[in-house]
T-cell receptor, first 115, second 117 residues
Framework: DSGVTQTPKHLITATGQRVTLRCSPR?????VYWYQQSLDQGLQFLIQ???????AKGNILERFSAQQFPDLHSELNLSSLELGDSALYFC??????????????FGPGTRLTVT | AQSVTQLDSHVSVSEGTPVLLRCNYS??????LFWYVQHPNKGLQLLLK??????LVKGINGFEAEFKKSETSFHLTKPSAHMSDAAEYFC???????????????FGQGTILTVHP
């Protein structure tokens, strides 16, 4: 158990809908990362927050947004959902800001199915 | 730009035999390289990382990897496979451009390791 929790574990929704994925980092970790894992795109970095502020952006669509709250939990919002958004969404956390210097601990993921 | 190529999508070995998972990378700067493992229905776990120190890196569970700049490779090995090693393995590159350690992680497509009794 990495100490990172993600809810819900599974989510099934229809095209055009909006969903929110939640992540609680390990105790003491200030960075939260979001990743998308799909069969055709593989594992892709989406976005990173550090202590409430956005630090880095990857291949995140404009329909997606995220935030990190004062208690350090993070939410990933996905809107106007399309079939291609079906994927496993991982959250990871680390104690520091730099992805290279600090080990990232991954949560178990949220499996999103868009029908 | 940085990229990573895992040369085998599937590798199958017998228990007790050596494991070799191949990874080549491409980057404009000195890279940091990682191997992560993902067991079924689990999140990713860091096996080992290379960040410009010793070129032979030892990780958890008996795995090790060697950074070879001339070959732009970072292959993962283990002398003797165990049934519990069956999982998907990801090679990851991050470029520390400017020495800030802020490089983003770029993942390979993954190699599924099957271990036969």
């Amino acid at each position: 158990d990495s100490g990172v929790t993600q809810t819900p574990k599974h989510l099934i929704t229809a095209t055009g809908q909006r969903v929110t994925l939640r992540c609680s980092p390990r105790s003491g970790d200030l960075s939260v990362y979001w990743y998308q894992q799909s069969l055709d795109q593989g594992l892709q970095f989406l976005i990173q927050y550090y202590n409430g502020e956005e630090r880095a952006k990857g291949n995140i669509l404009e329909r997606f947004s995220a935030q990190q709250f004062p208690d350090l939990h993070s939410e990933l919002n996905l809107s106007s959902l399309e079939l291609g958004d079906s994927a496993l969404y991982f959250c990871a956390s680390s104690v520091g800001m730099a992805p290279v210097a600090y080990e990232q601990y991954f949560g178990p993921g949220t499996r999103l199915t868009v029908t | 730009a940085q990229s990573v190529t895992q040369l085998d999508s599937h590798v199958s070995v017998s228990e007790g035999t050596p494991v070799l998972l191949r990874c080549n990378y491409s980057s404009s700067y000195s890279p940091s390289l990682f191997w992560y493992v993902q067991h079924p229905n689990k999140g990713l776990q860091l096996l080992l990382k290379y960040t410009s120190a010793a070129t032979l890196v030892k990780g958890i569970n008996g795995f090790e990897a060697e950074f070879k700049k001339s070959e732009t490779s970072f292959h993962l090995t283990k002398p003797s496979a165990h049934m519990s090693d069956a999982a998907e393995y990801f090679c990851v590159v991050s470029v520390d451009a400017g020495g800030t350690s802020y490089g983003k992680l770029t993942f390979g497509q993954g190699t599924i390791l099957t271990v036969h009794p």
